[in-house]
């Protein structure tokens, strides 16, 4: 219920950030809303994570809501880095030049343009290139990478026809390597 209420207060306060006026804060209109992407996401993560998951939750959060809910997944090198500007550059990129059917058809994973990053688009891709259900989560799966999804890239998803067993499965793959991943950023 604590942890509720922490979420309740930031979003509180996002909201106020947003209806008080962008224009008084610094930065173009997309770095604003990379850093309130990015800080909202690393106390949701870090809310979500619980006691033992709060770090990588934060992290996750963090880097993935930077690029605005369209990063659904990345590998750990750039969660340990956790460099948010690539995480943007990559939804920028995925954005003005998404992935299309005929390239998922011939990726070997989900990460169809390999930059690291799992976005969107390139789930919709392999959705619209007719791969199975199953097929999807093998090459989710075969990216090695570590999936969090926004409540607003569930829906995005949903809208694009890709299924509810894709959408929930998908935030499961790659234990092993969350695992492997907290145990690294607890050091």
Known sequence: MRNFKVVQ???????????TGCENLPGTKGQQGAVIGGATGAATGAVIGGEE???L???????????????????SDKILNKDANEAESAARRAQTNPATAD???TARTADVNADGYVTLDEVSAMRDAGISDEQMLRRLEATGQVFELTEEGKRILRERGVSEYVITQMQALN????QTLMQQLSR
Not at 9 to 19: H, K, P, S, T
Not at 63 to 72: I, P
């Open 57 to 75: 939750g934060a992290i996750l959060g963090g880097v993935l809501g930077a690029a605005g809910g369209y990063v659904l997944g990345a590998n």
């Open 103 to 105: 390239q998922a058809r």
């Open 9 to 19: 207060c930031i979003a509180i306060g996002l909201v106020a950030v947003i209806f």
């Open 175 to 178: 234990p092993q390597r969350r």
């Open 53 to 55: 998951h709060r770090g």
